[in-house]
């Protein structure tokens, strides 16, 4: 195996791996989450009108200038403005006019008062704080204006982008398909029943959760031509392939054979310098990536972060959303094979207002249970021999911070003693 680094091999993805990914429409309230295809735009200004954002009486600045507790101000009240109003009062000097949250602002008044700050005594009213002018009122566009872009090309919608997009009058919006990524296993102990196939269900979960869908599974038996066939069915249908296990170097390890007995295909990297997952290839089949990455669930989950994320990124021209970090001290000693980033398992919880990283474990890739109670990822640099204990270290959140005192694990509870 000609094991490169990971920078390298990300690179030589980005450079070497392009899906075309086609646009689709769909309804507003199913968009969430998708990534959208196109730019869009405000059609609309929103408010479409000054509003009132309170409850609350109002009026002109100059007249209300000076009100306290002490000394209210008096004016007339000269009507009432509602949401739903279609007729709104204008007010004059000494003048004022009850207006709801989201009603239009009476021509002449610029300043709202909260409606606690005011006493209403038949068509007089009592006002007993003041405000700067314009306090407490929404102008027409100050949220978006005509012509203001909502979402760019590229975006993974948010619910905010989908209201956003459905007050500007939009009731579909075209996003990008999902991709299609084809799943097979491989290995003879799969085929007999003699190993859970965990792994198939967490990548096949991992794939959802990122905005694709599984388009092709199959268990393959630890056969050159059969590893073939399989992939080469899967790609018919569709955009991307990952082939578990069968990756390294012993006998039963068949898969790189098998993607290169296909027409058209090209070796992109074979191997990483990770742990764990150093096994991870890919290569591009009629110009359709395929990967190949461990059948321990660990390993492929750190496998599909690596590598799946950034060939989606390009095709649909958006960014890997940045997940939360904290740094913390690490309860214990960590090593390192120089040369390879490694990725912990840890569990970063609060002891007595202080962060603290303990570690589970780098190897025991088959071990699922160490990402249950992870709730975080450290990452050691390949230029580093490891981390001393006590070492302030920064770790990627996969899970909610706790309370030590609240873990159950034992892991917690030998970092004590």
């Known amino acids: 195996m ?45 408010p479409p009108f000054d509003r009132s954002a309170v409850d609350g009486v109002a009026a002109r600045f100059t007249d209300v200038a000076g009100a306290s507790e002490t000394s209210p101000v008096l004016l007339k009240l000269v009507g009432r403005v509602d949401v739903d109003s279609s007729d709104v009062t204008s007010l004059s000097q000494f003048e004022a006019v009850l207006v709801s949250t989201g009603a239009p602002i009476p021509s002449g008044a610029d300043v709202v008062i909260p409606i606690e700050y005011c006493l209403i005594r038949d068509n007089l009213v009592y006002l007993y704080r003041t405000y700067p002018r314009y306090s407490n009122i929404s102008f027409r566009g ?83 031509e059969e590893i073939s066939e399989a992939l080469r069915r899967a790609l018919q249908v569709s955009d991307i392939a990952i082939i578990t296990g069968g990756s390294s170097v012993g006998s039963r390890d068949l898969a790189p054979d098998a993607v290169l007995k296909l027409e058209s295909s090209k070796e992109i990297f074979r191997g990483v310098r990770i742990r764990p997952g150093r096994t991870a290839s890919a290569y591009l089949v009629n110009g359709k990536p395929v990967l190949l990455i461990s059948g321990l669930p660990v390993a492929a989950y750190i496998s599909l972060e690596l590598f799946l994320t950034p060939i989606l990124n390009k095709a649909f021209g958006s960014v890997s959303e940045v997940k939360p970090t904290i740094s913390g001290k690490l309860v214990r000693r960590l090593s390192n094979e120089v040369g390879f980033k490694s990725f912990y398992r840890v569990i970063a919880c609060r002891d007595r207002g202080e962060v603290v990283i303990i570690p589970l474990r780098l190897t025991g890739s088959g071990i699922l249970s160490t990402l249950i109670k992870a709730n975080a990822i450290l990452e050691v640099p390949e230029d580093l021999e490891g981390y001393d204990e006590g070492s302030e270290v920064e770790v990627t959140l996969i899970g909610p911070l706790e309370e030590c005192s609240n873990t159950s694990n034992s892991e917690t509870r030998k970092s004590k003693e």
């Open 2 to 46: 000609k094991f490169a680094s990971v920078s390298e091999v990300l690179e030589k993805l980005v450079n070497e791996v392009s899906i075309d990914i086609e646009g689709e429409v769909v309804d507003i309230q199913d968009a969430v989450g998708r990534y959208v295809y196109r730019d869009y735009i405000s059609r609309v200004d929103l």
């Open 142 to 224: 100050e949220d978006l204006r005509v012509g203001d872009t909502i979402v760019r090309k590229g975006t993974k919608l948010k619910p905010w982008h989908v209201a956003a997009l459905a007050a500007s009058g939009y009731d579909s919006v075209e996003v990008f398909r999902k991709p299609r990524i084809a799943v097979l296993n491989t290995g003879d102990e799969i085929l007999k029943g003699l190993v859970p196939n965990t792994t198939y269900y967490l990548i096949t979960a991992y794939i959802k959760e990122i905005g694709g869908e599984v388009s092709y599974t199959k268990v393959v038996p630890d056969d050159i």
